[in-house]
């Protein structure tokens, strides 16, 4: 059974720091791209972050960029997100999504989804 | 800025037949754009309905299709029922590995 459990959300201070954790389980964490993908609260989806299967390759929304850090250690088969600077619009469920790609096809989706983790900013 | 237009809302009856849509404010989605649509019940996390612009996943009712319509994707239900009652969002992968969700619809079944 696939699980993707995310955690380290909570409560920070404008301007601080923390760092989110995706564990993995029931696939080969290392073949596939994963992404973050944040919704505030009463608000729609936002992509966050991606990064692929062997970590080599990043890529940020205009949003966060500069400020989030996206990773993963196969070996542990876990993805993070290291989030600096925080601010207020910030706030929000996070959600880490694998990316299953057809290699028939070339196409590209968000096939496995974690129930979510809350980040708080706020004073 | 590349915006990814939904529906903000849409209301069907039991039974009926509703088709959102999922458009770009500049240009036209076509298959290119790997279009998929989530469905999200509040308090849960999200999940997929449809990918490759209309293959659905494992496990999803049949009633459930995608297609391009126009210059749009579409997702439509056919025969809805009451727990269809869900939020709808679809995504786009704009390449080099960046997506941009849908604002999503809310969809009401009465």
């Known amino acids: 059974e696939v699980q993707l459990l995310e955690s380290g959300g909570g409560l920070v201070q404008p301007g601080g720091s923390l760092r989110l954790s995706c564990a993995v389980s029931?696939?080969?964490?290392?073949?596939?791209?994963m992404s973050w993908v944040r919704q505030a609260p009463g608000k729609g989806l936002e992509w966050v972050s991606g990064i692929s299967g062997t970590g080599g390759s990043t890529y940020y929304a205009d949003s966060v960029k500069g400020r989030f850090t996206i990773s993963r250690d196969n070996s542990k088969n876990t993805l993070y997100l290291q989030m600096n600077s925080l601010r207020a619009e910030d706030t929000a469920v996070y959600y880490c999504?694998?990316?299953?790609?057809?290699?028939?096809?070339?196409?590209?989706?968000?096939?496995?989804w974690g129930q979510g983790t809350l980040v708080t900013v706020s004073s | 800025q590349t915006v990814v237009t939904q529906e903000p809302s849409f209301s069907v009856s039991p039974g009926g037949t509703v088709t959102l849509t999922c458009g770009l404010n500049s240009g036209s989605v076509s298959t290119n754009y790997y279009p998929s649509w989530y469905q999200q019940t509040p308090g849960q996390a999200p999940r997929t309905l449809i990918h490759s612009t209309n293959i659905r996943s494992s496990g999803v009712p049949d009633r459930f299709s995608g297609s391009i319509l126009g210059n749009k994707a579409a997702l439509t239900i056919t025969g809805a029922q009451a727990d269809d009652e869900s939020d709808y969002y679809c995504?786009?992968?704009?390449?080099?590995?960046?997506?941009?969700f849908g604002g999503g619809t809310k969809l009401t079944v009465l």
């Open positions: 029931g696939f080969t964490f290392s073949n596939y791209a």
């Open positions: 999504a694998s990316r299953y790609y057809d290699i028939l096809t070339g196409y590209m989706w968000f096939d496995s």
């Open positions: 995504v786009l992968y704009m390449g080099i590995g960046f997506w941009v």
